[in-house]
């Protein structure tokens, strides 16, 4: 029986892991400020599952006085008689993100109280952090957090914090998870719609995962990351592929690893984090791209092998597009166009 918990829990952890880390990030250079003064050494890497619900346990008395502290202010806040140009009027509040299961992201803001970040799963509380707001720029804020985010497991919370605009709705978007917000919208369909990883303002509970059509238009980012919003669809020729000795995982299984070269780099808008659909079998695999020069760019291909299978790997000169071919998964509006009535 402890075995069995002890598996469903290493899953259900592994499984918001994969959603926190989906594309890398790496995102552009941050435009200069005033540096914020650190609360602990910078991580070098992640700590473990263990220490990581350590250092989040040593803050949980004052992120819970915080979070109390941001909820009545909030409930206070006389957003009208707030002038324009303060940020508190339109993005002081909660924003959520999540599937209902694995992950459930919330993200308090007020302008006093703070910043605090939460992430729970089927299990209890994944992650969390939270913070003074150091310093207000028209696109955001930077905050000071109690926890380092480079501590964490998920690689999801940051210093960095940006407002982003979308027709009637409102997004607080960590700087970590600013390019798989680039890569939702390229990608179009359910994946633009849901905006799964990006968390989304609500005003009440009975809105938190009320699911709504993508707004028309693009949303409202930085330039550094706007120039990464695909207008039409990349065409890529494969050059070489560099398959990788098959390493090994439980029951003798196996993942097939490959290098992936492509013709076409910044030159064609590629850059590091764009996904590439791979048709295998019935289902896709994912190419992800994590070098780019100007004119060629490399991405990693990895296949799950059933016990004694062999991978089909892509093959020279075959073309890939980006949004590619991807499974028929219709928007919620599509589907409510579909429902007979």
């Given at each position: 029986m402890k075995l069995a918990v002890a598996l469903v829990r290493l899953f259900s952890i592994w499984l918001a892991y994969s959603v926190a880390t989906a594309v890398p990030a790496q995102a552009p250079p941050?435009?200069?400020?005033?540096?914020?003064?650190?609360?602990?050494?910078?991580?070098?890497?992640?700590?473990?599952?263990?220490?990581?619900?350590?250092?989040?346990?040593?803050?949980?008395?004052?992120?819970?006085?915080?979070?109390?502290?941001?909820?009545?202010?909030?409930?206070?806040?006389?957003?009208?008689?707030?002038?324009?140009?303060?940020?508190?009027k339109e993005w002081a509040g909660e924003y959520y993100t999540g599937d209902g299961l694995g992950m459930n992201v919330i993200i308090k803001i007020a302008p006093k109280s703070g910043v605090v970040y939460t992430?729970?799963?089927?299990?209890?509380?994944?992650?969390?952090?939270?913070?003074?707001?150091?310093?207000?720029?028209?696109?955001?804020?930077?905050?000071k957090p109690a926890i380092d985010p480079d501590a964490s497991m998920f690689q999801y919370m940051s210093e960095r914090l940006y407002f982003v605009r979308w027709g009637d709705q409102r997004y607080l978007v960590p700087e970590a998870q600013m390019l798989q917000l680039v890569y939702n919208y390229n990608h179009g369909g359910y994946h633009r719609e849901l905006m799964l990883s990006i968390p989304r303002k609500f005003e009440d509970l009975r809105q938190m995962r009320v699911e709504k059509p993508a707004p028309d238009g693009r949303p409202e980012l930085p330039s550094k990351y706007a120039r990464y919003i695909i207008e039409k669809p990349v065409q890529l020729r494969i050059r070489e592929v560099k398959a990788e000795p098959e390493s090994p995982v439980p029951n003798d299984a196996g993942v097939s690893s490959?290098?992936?070269?492509?013709?076409?780099?910044?030159?064609?808008?590629?850059?590091?984090?764009?996904?590439?659909?791979?048709?295998?079998?019935?289902s896709f695999v994912?190419?992800?791209?994590?070098?780019?020069?100007?004119?060629?760019?490399?991405?990693?291909?990895?296949?799950?092998?059933?016990?004694?299978?062999?991978?089909?790997?892509?093959?020279?000169?075959m073309m890939l597009s980006f949004p590619g071919a991807k499974p028929n998964i219709p928007t919620n509006t599509e589907r409510k166009e579909r429902t007979p009535k």
């Open positions: 941050e435009l200069p400020g005033k540096p914020v003064a650190e609360t602990q050494p910078r991580k070098k890497c992640p700590v473990n599952e263990h220490e990581l619900q350590t250092l989040i346990q040593a803050q949980r008395q004052a992120m819970d006085k915080r979070n109390a502290a941001i909820d009545e202010e909030l409930k206070h806040l006389d957003r009208p008689a707030l002038n324009d140009t303060d940020w508190a992430w729970h799963g089927c299990l209890g509380l994944y992650d969390a952090n939270h913070g003074d707001i150091a310093e207000t720029f028209p696109d955001g804020v930077r905050i490959s290098r992936i070269v492509f013709e076409g780099g910044t030159n064609q808008n590629v850059f590091v984090g764009m996904e590439l659909l791979f048709e295998y079998g019935l994912t190419i992800t791209i994590d070098k780019v020069t100007q004119s060629d760019s490399e991405g990693v291909l990895s296949i799950p092998l059933d016990v004694g299978s062999t991978a089909s790997l892509p093959k020279q000169n």
